[in-house]
């Protein structure tokens, strides 16, 4: 299946936004077939307060997310990943208590997430609102498929859906991340979310040929980085090359996991015009032979 760029970005960004809640694994390979899941997400018992997106992953699931509206094939294409899976678990679980297989409502879900759906589509496949339960915007197939996709600029404009508008396009997008900069200075989501959107921006700025779709994007992006950078100033040079450090590191590697993560404060205490020049050319091999940890 061909993906988008900016559909790395999502991954990355649904993935640190539940990461608090639980256990994330990005590409995650199904075993016995050659798939890959964007994210298979296993969550604890205490949950942050991310309104209709916690409210998908208080189950085990995968998450599949689109910046375009996904072809009828790419649909399918998730579905099969999503059962693929389920043959893994029951597999696993047949293993360790034979006599005991996997209930059904132990099985993962099935979330697509995509900027826009056509009725077209949505019907093609049958897909129904749930508004008793869910509200406008989220659309199930039939209850044995385990599948829903969710529309971001059909999802009402309220506190509860603004972690999944940020994925949208256009008004959807601006809207949501004007609603993020609104948040009190202090508050964790606002400026975890502020800084992996100046990432994603700084990643956009460095690639030589702009799509459409990039320029867009980085529109949506320059009022977020503008005050990340302006904050981040403000709390002194080290810090805010600290975090510029980091946001090079994050949108080189996806993260900064516990072996990269020692390589970080070698590179905040050289000159920025040094850490600047060499964060783009060293690959990580070279980075942690340089500013990793000697045994």
């Given at each position: 299946?061909?993906?988008?760029?900016?559909?790395?970005?999502?991954?990355?960004?649904?993935?640190?936004?539940?990461?608090?809640?639980?256990?994330?694994?990005l590409n995650?390979?199904?075993?016995?077939?050659?798939?890959?899941a964007?994210?298979?997400?296993?969550?604890?018992?205490?949950?942050?307060?991310?309104?209709?997106?916690?409210?998908?992953?208080?189950?085990?699931?995968?998450?599949?997310?689109?910046?375009?509206?996904?072809?009828?094939?790419?649909?399918?294409?998730?579905?099969?990943?999503?059962?693929?899976?389920?043959?893994?678990?029951?597999?696993?679980?047949?293993?360790?208590?034979?006599?005991?297989?996997?209930?059904?409502?132990?099985?993962?879900?099935?979330?697509?997430?995509?900027?826009?759906?056509s009725d077209?589509?949505?019907?093609?496949?049958?897909?129904?609102?749930?508004?008793?339960?869910?509200?406008?915007?989220?659309?199930?197939?039939?209850?044995?498929?385990?599948?829903?996709?969710?529309?971001?600029?059909?999802?009402?404009?309220?506190?509860?859906?603004l972690?999944?508008?940020?994925?949208?396009k256009?008004?959807?997008?601006?809207?949501?991340?004007d609603?993020?900069?609104?948040?009190?200075?202090?508050?964790?989501?606002?400026?975890?979310?502020?800084?992996?959107l100046?990432?994603?921006?700084?990643?956009?700025?460095?690639?030589?040929?702009?799509?459409?779709?990039?320029?867009?994007?980085?529109?949506?992006?320059?009022?977020?980085?503008?005050?990340?950078?302006?904050?981040?100033?403000?709390?002194?040079?080290?810090?805010?090359?600290?975090?510029?450090?980091?946001?090079?590191?994050?949108?080189?590697?996806?993260?900064?996991?516990?072996?990269?993560?020692?390589?970080?404060?070698p590179?905040v205490?050289?000159?920025?015009?040094?850490?600047?020049?060499?964060?783009?050319?060293?690959?990580?091999?070279?980075?942690?032979?340089?500013?990793?940890?000697?045994?």
């Amino acid at each position: 299946m061909i993906r988008q760029k900016h559909d790395q970005f999502s991954k990355q960004y649904l993935g640190d936004l539940l990461e608090p809640d639980g256990q994330v694994y990005l590409n995650y390979e199904i075993q016995g077939v050659s798939r890959y899941a964007d994210i298979y997400f296993t969550p604890t018992t205490v949950h942050q307060n991310l309104g209709l997106l916690t409210q998908m992953t208080t189950k085990a699931c995968l998450l599949e997310p689109f910046r375009k509206q996904p072809s009828k094939v790419e649909i399918r294409q998730c579905m099969l990943k999503l059962f693929a899976l389920h043959g893994e678990l029951i597999r696993q679980a047949n293993k360790n208590t034979p006599k005991n297989s996997l209930p059904e409502n132990a099985l993962p879900s099935l979330w697509i997430i995509t900027t826009s759906a056509s009725d077209n589509l949505l019907n093609f496949f049958n897909a129904e609102l749930k508004l008793s339960q869910w509200g406008e915007g989220v659309y199930f197939f039939n209850q044995g498929f385990r599948s829903a996709i969710v529309v971001a600029d059909r999802l009402p404009t309220t506190p509860d859906t603004l972690w999944l508008r940020i994925l949208g396009k256009e008004k959807t997008q601006q809207q949501a991340i004007d609603e993020i900069m609104a948040f009190p200075k202090g508050n964790a989501l606002r400026s975890n979310v502020l800084e992996l959107l100046s990432t994603w921006h700084i990643n956009l700025e460095t690639k030589n040929r702009l799509t459409t779709d990039d320029k867009e994007l980085l529109m949506n992006l320059s009022p977020a980085y503008e005050k990340w950078r302006e904050e981040t100033l403000q709390q002194g040079v080290k810090q805010a090359q600290r975090v510029f450090v980091k946001s090079w590191l994050r949108s080189r590697f996806g993260k900064i996991d516990k072996v990269l993560s020692p390589v970080v404060e070698p590179l905040v205490q050289l000159p920025l015009e040094e850490s600047a020049r060499l964060l783009p050319r060293l690959s990580r091999e070279e980075l942690l032979a340089r500013f990793g940890k000697k045994s």
